[in-house]
T-cell receptor, first 110, second 113 residues
Framework: DGGITQSPKYLFRKEGQNVTLSCEQN?????MYWYRQDPGQGLRLIYY???????QKGDIAEGYSVSREKKESFPLTVTSAQKNPTAFYLC?????????FGEGSRLTVL | QKEVEQDPGPLSVPEGAIVSLNCTYS??????FMWYRQYSRKGPELLMY????GNKEDGRFTAQVDKSSKYISLFIRDSQPSDSATYLC?????????????FGKGTLLTVNP
């Protein structure tokens, strides 16, 4: 089945460690997105990529980094510079229509 | 003023009730409007997609857009316990390569049997 796969679903890390969240899609979509969701905050855009080897900062990019080396993959690294990394992270992709979301990755920094 | 304001929840209704969910926005350039449903600990799934003003109906769901008032609504008829979820409005000013969605904060709906 076509879709977006995020891994891991749950992740615990110590403060100061970098973590990388995986996002893979087999929908052949050009555009991919990373959102962060906090209680009472809605979804906020971290980074997005319209094509391979190109990406743009969203509204809250500080402390995050991404790469887009393949059309299918758009990993997100949460660096130690991110002040409050504990959150639910959502990856999405889009062709010409609506955004399709993955199931999310919940990161908890201890 | 935030770009997208969504009615605060939580909203609790009895089974069979008509539910009205609303968002207002300030950016007059928004022309693509969506409603997403998100179950607990899951990713959002698209419910309704509307371009510009007007109504769109899909089964028990009706989406309305009033661009003159900068106001969008989602109506759920004959609500079911399975409709219990967080509902997110989202909108964009571009359908092309610069497409980015701006989301409301979401309204948590509980439908009680």
């Amino acid at each position: 089945d076509g879709g977006i796969t995020q891994s891991p679903k749950y992740l615990f890390r110590k403060e100061g460690q970098n973590v990388t969240l995986s996002c893979e899609q087999n929908l052949n979509h050009d555009a991919m997105y990373w959102y962060r969701q906090d209680p009472g905050q809605g979804l906020r855009l971290i980074y997005y990529s319209q094509i391979v080897n190109d990406f743009q900062k969203g509204d809250i990019a500080e402390g995050y980094s991404v790469s887009r080396e393949k059309k299918e993959s758009f990993p997100l690294t949460v660096t130690s510079a991110q002040k409050n990394p504990t959150a639910f992270y959502l990856c999405a992709s889009r062709d010409t229509g609506e955004l399709f979301f993955g199931e999310g990755s919940r990161l908890t920094v201890l | 003023q935030k770009e997208v304001e969504q009615d605060p929840g939580p909203l609790s209704v009895p089974e069979g009730a008509i539910v009205s969910l609303n968002c207002t926005y300030s950016n007059s350039a928004f022309q693509y409007f969506m409603w997403y449903r998100q179950y607990s600990r899951k990713g959002p799934e698209l419910l309704m997609y509307t371009y510009s003003s007007g109504n769109k109906e899909d089964g028990r769901f009706t989406a309305q857009v009033d661009k003159s008032s900068k106001y969008i609504s989602l109506f759920i008829r004959d609500s079911q316990p399975s409709d219990s979820a967080t509902y997110l409005c989202a909108m964009s000013d571009s359908g092309g390569s610069n497409y980015k969605l701006t989301f409301g904060k979401g309204t948590l709906l509980t439908v009680n049997p």
